[in-house]
């Protein structure tokens, strides 16, 4: 018999599984839904917030609570930590319904497992609290086969907990969730950048949404009424220390087989992470691993609330072993395997020439440059991401950037290159501010003329062009983009709204931008460029198309090719061309 082990995310208890625990016990499997320490109402897991149905609330919150089957006292069992069969062992949190361990398929069982009492308040949980939990968990499991879920948050502990028992675990399954590296904190991953604010505060505890706010941790468009208005009455405040400090490392969970299952209401597909493999940030290759699965849902974020019979069934199928690879793009002809396209040299042949560096920003200087020289104009290249805020080589420092910086040189300009702190997509504004720091620097250079300056993006940098289009300032000549990303993509709720291109494409009297199309370009980022070009034919913005028909999305990297050498020598001169006018 497989056990299911669900681990719920952040501010949510065991409680939010209830309807997929049971759909799995009609299967016959086992399933274990989980309240972390701090997460959940009464004596051991913090107190009870107001509308949770726990000690404090109130009389009409407690009846809406009994409405949904939360009624009764229960006790733990002393030789376990784990909640007697139809007892609720947490004040609160544990419901009848989950099966204890060892039970049989037809006893009574408690919905919401926690094999310890005695937990720390929730101002005092960590990452350590939430993966001996579950470590104390599955030593005590009688099931052959355990299969692990986490959902949000809870793939981290998850995680942890199968790195510290990989003997006792037969797969991970991330429901709707990227899955964690080593030494990433939560905060990272979650969608919401306004957390991350909150946790650097040095409250003990974050806030669950607001009624309402929901929807900025993910889609909640398919939850029917009752369902969202549950979440939102049951929603705890979360231990900040989960979120701030590191979980162990992953260590041997690494090799463990894992699902993924893709909520397309959220945003994520199949499509999706093919071409974010293909072409995104060196990380997300990683999906392409033998041991990799996914599977589809069309639900939003919360699939155990809007459909959980089809992610029981998911569940099941994934526990089978069933499920999509995703698989690694070809690789550049001429290269070796595993190499990494942005470990290639540039695909023009450039000599290396001055450069210096100054904080976020080097400054690739044309050959023979002299103090005293006229001014010159200058072109700051703005990397795409999210980039890993642990990437080495930086951007700046890979043979792509350094390329298009010795190239601008080359013809006599002033190549600029940054690290911007781009690393997820809740990071946009902090991105625009090295960005426009870095022009501000540039244009204060005394080499630089600061009355003539371009600025280039690339990819998801794409977004960061926004500002630039809304505001223009009379000294930008010129902006150009390759194969950019110019409105958020479905699910990229972190994003602030004012990063979008598309939204304000610029006017006649604005700058021009130099646009190069990689004909092969993903679908979902060609429809971004697409929404942009028919907003500025409206407002007259100027618009120069460089078409690489046959290129892909990093044609540079992927498709080097005299067409791409060609596209990059007509978009450069392009930009020279209205820097020199």
Known sequence: MTAFVLVPGAFTDGRVWDATAAALRAEGAEAHPVTLPGLGPGPGNGDARPGSGGAGASTAEAEADAAD????????????????????????????????????????????????????????????????????????????????????????????????????????????????????VAVDALPDPGVRDLVTGGAGTVPPPEPGGWERWGSTADLPAEALERLERRAVPHPADTLTRPFPPVGAAGALPVTGVLCGGNGSSLDL??????????????????????????????????????????????????????TAPERPTGTDPGTDPYDLPFLLDLPEGPRERTGRHDLHLPAGARPGDRPRPAIVFVHGGPVEADRRPTPRDTPFYLGYGRYAAELGAIGVTLDHRLHGLGDYPRAAEDVAATVEAVRADPRVDPDRIALWFFSGGGLLMADWLAAPPPWLRCLAANYPVLAPLTGWRAVHERFRPAAAPGTAAGPPLVLTRAGREHPAFAATVEEYLAAAASSGAEVEIV????????????????????AVERAMRAVLARLTD
């Open 547 to 566: 078409d690489v028909p046959n290129g892909r999305h990093s044609f540079e990297l992927v498709d080097r090719t005299d067409e791409s050498r060609a």
């Open 273 to 326: 992470l093919r071409m974010l493999v293909a072409s995104g940030p060196p990380q997300f290759r990683a999906l392409a691993d033998e041991r990799m699965r996914f599977l589809e849902l069309p639900t939003g974020h919360w699939p155990m609330l809007s459909d959980p019979a089809a992610l029981a069934g998911a569940l099941l199928r994934a526990a089978a072993g069933e499920g999509d690879r995703v």
């Open 69 to 184: 089957g939360d009624t009764g006292a229960g006790t733990t069992d002393p030789r376990t930590g784990v909640p007697e069969a139809g007892s609720r062992a947490d004040g609160g949190a544990a419901r009848t319904g989950a099966a204890a361990p060892g039970t049989g398929a037809g006893e009574s069982r408690t919905r919401a497992v926690d094999p310890g009492a005695g937990a720390p308040a929730p101002g005092r949980v960590g990452p350590e609290e939430h993966t001996d939990f579950l470590v104390r968990l599955l030593d005590r499991l009688d099931a052959p086969e355990v299969v692990l879920v986490g959902h949000g948050y809870g793939l981290h502990p998850a995680y942890a907990a199968a790195g510290a028992r990989p003997g006792r675990v037969a797969r991970i399954v991330a429901v709707d969730t990227l899955l964690p590296r080593d030494g990433q």
